[in-house]
Structures are given as structure tokens and as C-alpha cells.
DNA sequence: GCGTTTTTGACAATCATTATCGTTGCCACG
DNA sequence: CGTGGCAACGATAATGATTGTCAAAAACGC
């Protein structure tokens, strides 16, 4: 029996993923991340590595992005919140914080009597090197 | 010759579309909308629903938003740009105009040199009906 | 070490969206 | 008014990412 049921365990396939995210720049795909997870030589399943992203975003460890086109994206990124700024060519990405922003929302979704206010907020443009 | 590439043709299955959505409040999935315009007695594919509301979505006639969970829902909304206060857990939408965040937006992203400018915003949050 | 419980992972299932491609109907011009 | 080109239509198949399933393996507490 016992108390409570967030029994987090400790494995490789958990390590694996993290310390990968930790390395790589920019946001990738599951499936991606899971290729890369290969090539290294570690075992994991594409699964797995959905869940452990999933489970690490719940943690507010990762970002995830659902760009127009279908897939998720995952990033390691700096603590707190913060938005993304887009490449639509390349895909560079900068983060950028925009605490006017979120006061903002917050003030509007009270306004309404909206509780429990959460806002999801991407910029998407054409970075300077892929202009010309 | 020709000076514009724009050919659109007017058909009755885009009317039928564009009048459904003219009726119909809040936001609805491509099938939805499909589901909708068979029972009408409307005889129109399944495919051609998709093209439709991507060719208004294209023209900027509706606007579409990609909440978590996979589908994409489509709204004619009031003209001009603007955002959505949405409830997790009944869906009503409410429309909010932020002046201050295009610009802020618009403003940061030329601050890095990104050109061709555009942005998504979705705030989500519990309305007062379902905090109880 | 031992048992319990979580986690893993291969595979199948799901399901919205997109591509295909022959047919249809709109539109313009003769 | 008739005709031809060309875009739109639409049924179906394909795609492809994500989720569900469930037996086997691994971790943790003791």
C-alpha cells in the first residue's frame, strides 16, 4: 500500500533522454530524439520517449511547441516562463520574455472571471539570415 | 497576360461552408462542420470541407487554432486581429483584442531581425460557470 | 536477495489530415 | 448558344504521428 503514488523511478532510458535534451540546441521531435537515441548505440523504445517527454514536460522541465505542420516539439529550455521566437525557414529560435505579456493575459482571463489562467504564445517570422 | 493568379471559383460548396460557419457559434473540427452540412442535406466531401477552410483560413476570412488534443477548429470571427479566452473545461471562447501585444510582438521580433512578422496567442483558463 | 510495483518496449490501433486522380461543373470566349 | 480549358470536387487510399496494450524486465524498499 503506502501513501503516495508518485513513484518516479530512476532508469536509463530516463537519463538517456534528459541528458540528450541537455545537450542539443534548438527543439526537436520525438521521433527525432528517439533516431539520435539510436545512433548513440542506447536501447530505448519510441515509446518510451514519448512518455518521457510527456512526463518531463509535465514537470515543467521541457517546452513544447506544436508548430503548423503536425508534430510536437521538445526543448530543454531556461527555467520560467518564457515565449519562442521562430524562424519559419530555418527554424533558428530565440527565447524572449515578455512579462507584459503575461500580466496581460493573467489581467484579461480575471476580467472575464476565468480561473486557473495558463497561455500558450509563439512568434513566428524570418530570421535575418534567411531574408536574402 | 492575366494580371491576377486569383481564380477562385464560386461554388456551392464553398457558400455552404462559408453560410455554415456564418451561422455557428464558437469553434468546430473540420468534420464537425462536414458531419453539419450532411445532415443539412448539403452534399459536399469530406475533402473538400478541408480545402475550403483552408482557403478561408488562407484569406483570412476565419481563424483557426490548434488546441492541445489534436484536432483544429475552425471560427468565423469579428475581422481584424485578435486572440481567444478559452475554458478547458466547457470551451466557451471569448474574443480579446491586444493591442498592446501585436505591437510588442511585433516590436521584439524586429528587435532580432526576424522579418515577415506574425504570431499565435491562445489563453487558456476556467470560466466562472465551471469553477464552481 | 526477494517480492512488489513501476517501467519498458514491440506492435497494433487510432484518427485527423493529405495526396491521388478520374469526374464534374464553372466560366469565358468564339 | 455551344464548346473547351481548367480549376474544383469527392471517394478512397495513404500517411504518419501519437496513444493503447500487455507480457516481460528492471528498480526500489526492506
Redesign the interface.
Known amino acids: 500500500m503506502s501513501e503516495n503514488g508518485a513513484a518516479v523511478r530512476n532508469t536509463r532510458q530516463r537519463s538517456a533522454v534528459s541528458a540528450l535534451l541537455g545537450e542539443m540546441e534548438g527543439f526537436h521531435s520525438a521521433q527525432d530524439l528517439h533516431a539520435m537515441l539510436r545512433q548513440r548505440g542506447e536501447r530505448v523504445g519510441l515509446t518510451t520517449v514519448y512518455r518521457t517527454l510527456q512526463g518531463l514536460a509535465d514537470a515543467g522541465e521541457i517546452d513544447v511547441m506544436?508548430p503548423?505542420g503536425g508534430e510536437h516539439l521538445y526543448r530543454r529550455c531556461s527555467e520560467g516562463h518564457h515565449h519562442h521566437?521562430v524562424?519559419?525557414a530555418c527554424g533558428r529560435t530565440?527565447e524572449?520574455a515578455?512579462p507584459?505579456?503575461e500580466s496581460?493575459?493573467d489581467r484579461?482571463?480575471e476580467q472575464?472571471?476565468?480561473?486557473?489562467?495558463?497561455?500558450?504564445?509563439?512568434?513566428?517570422?524570418?530570421?535575418?539570415a534567411c531574408?536574402r
Open positions: 506544436r503548423p521566437l524562424c519559419r530565440v524572449v515578455g507584459a505579456v496581460w493575459a484579461v482571463a472575464h472571471g476565468y480561473a486557473d489562467v495558463s497561455h500558450t504564445l509563439e512568434i513566428f517570422g524570418t530570421c535575418p531574408v
